[in-house]
């Protein structure tokens, strides 16, 4: 049965701007209509999809259109080389979300964070599902804080692991803002030694993703490749982290809408990484352009094109440096990487982390997350 599914994108509401974008869903298709704001109607103090009036209103234009520990189920490694076809192994919507393994030590990236437990984040209002099944993540963005003080975020991560698959994360907005260091990535454990896959990060107000491999020693990127995919990769060969300061080896994307506002504006979009043993492949598309086959549930990779990266087994093991992977999602701020990146440096962005009024847009909103064997 097709069903509408209206979705007003809030981060245009939040930036001032002349208009909404709304994402209408007939599946397997979807839609992403602009509307005037000055057409759109007071929207309430909670929810902001179900507005029946907008409905109406869009309808004709529709018409024309670090590890931790845990315990985890050991994923069966198998090869996935020139598969075509995938099974639907685990999927993650809604509260499931709020069944993951919630982290709450220290930040092994040096953030300026409280990671919550699922009782605090969820009773302070940082872990929630809207009415429309959306489920959010966000940073607090109410309290005023003491210069140096904390601020309370969340990282969770998913109860089963996996050392190959096929996964597909489905998200309509994901953090950006000062001091925002937001990661979807999968980890091992014993990191490095498990493995870490960056599938989407940045820092602060970037328009660009960061997918990167963390990893122990014998791992290299093969600069013989870089025809296999459509990013640019990064100085760095060596994917070891200890022999890079920790930035191991990465490709840059900077294709339009890949992260933070931009990504947001579009009405996100989704995130495919296929691990299997001729290598890693991460593709990005945005909500108009998500294949036919991903709606469907029935993903085939070989249709997808060239992806946005791709770390090749010939000059790193695959099975030898990536194994029983988590699924994280976290944001943290300043810390390693967004602490040196801030305008001022480290000081100036601990003091920064003080004001709430930084975070309004530090929150992830997910639709699901699909892993496919």
């Known amino acids: ?6 979705k007003i994108y809030p981060d245009s509401l939040r930036y001032n701007g002349l208009c909404s974008t709304i994402v209408f869903q007939v599946f397997p298709l979807s839609l992403c209509v602009p509307v005037p704001f000055s057409l759109l109607p007071p929207p309430p103090s909670a929810i902001m999809p179900a507005f029946s009036a907008l409905v109406l209103l869009a309808l004709p234009l529709v018409a024309l259109a670090a590890p931790h520990s845990q315990t985890h189920r050991h994923a069966r490694r198998e090869s996935l080389d020139a598969r075509t076809t995938y099974t639907l192994k685990d999927h993650y919507t809604g509260n499931d979300f709020l ?34 099944g959306t489920t959010i993540l966000a940073v607090d963005s109410t309290s005023k804080l003491a210069s140096g003080t904390n601020r309370n975020s969340v990282r969770i991560s998913s109860p089963n692991s996996y050392s190959t698959g096929l996964f597909i994360a489905d998200m309509w907005a994901m953090p950006h803002g000062p001091t925002v260091w937001p990661a979807f990535w999968a980890v091992g454990p014993n990191w490095p030694a498990g493995g870490e ?7 602060g107000d970037s328009t660009t ?13 093969d600069t013989n490749d870089l ?25 840059t994307d900077s294709s339009a809408n890949v992260y933070g506002h931009n990504f947001n504006m579009v009405a996100g979009g989704v995130y495919a990484t296929l691990v299997e043993d001729s290598g890693i492949s ?23 094109g060239k992806p946005a990266a791709f770390f090749s087994s010939s000059t790193c093991n695959i099975a030898d440096h990536f194994s029983d ?42 639709n699901y997350v699909s892993v496919y064997q």
């Open 1 to 6: 049965m097709r069903r509408w599914h209206c």
């Open 99 to 132: 069944d993951w393994n919630f982290f709450s030590a220290s930040d092994p990236t040096n953030g300026n964070v409280n990671y919550l437990t699922k009782s605090q984040a969820t009773s302070k209002g940082l872990a929630y599902v809207q009415a429309d």
């Open 197 to 203: 896959i960056d599938i989407l990060e940045g820092v």
């Open 209 to 221: 993703n960061q997918m990167t491999l963390h990893t122990s020693s014998g791992c290299t990127f």
């Open 227 to 251: 025809s296999a995919f459509s990013g640019a990769h990064t100085s760095t060969t060596n994917c070891l982290s200890g022999a890079t300061s920790n930035n191991g080896c990465g490709v």
């Open 282 to 304: 991460i593709w990005h598309f945005q909500r108009s352009a998500i294949p036919s086959d991903i709606t469907a549930k029935t993903p085939n990779p070989s249709n997808w």
């Open 325 to 366: 992977m988590v699924l994280t999602f976290d944001t943290t701020l300043c810390g390693d990487w967004a602490g040196s990146a801030f305008d001022g440096g480290e000081s100036a962005c601990v003091a920064a982390v003080a004001d709430p009024s930084n975070y309004k847009n530090a929150k992830w909103e997910l």
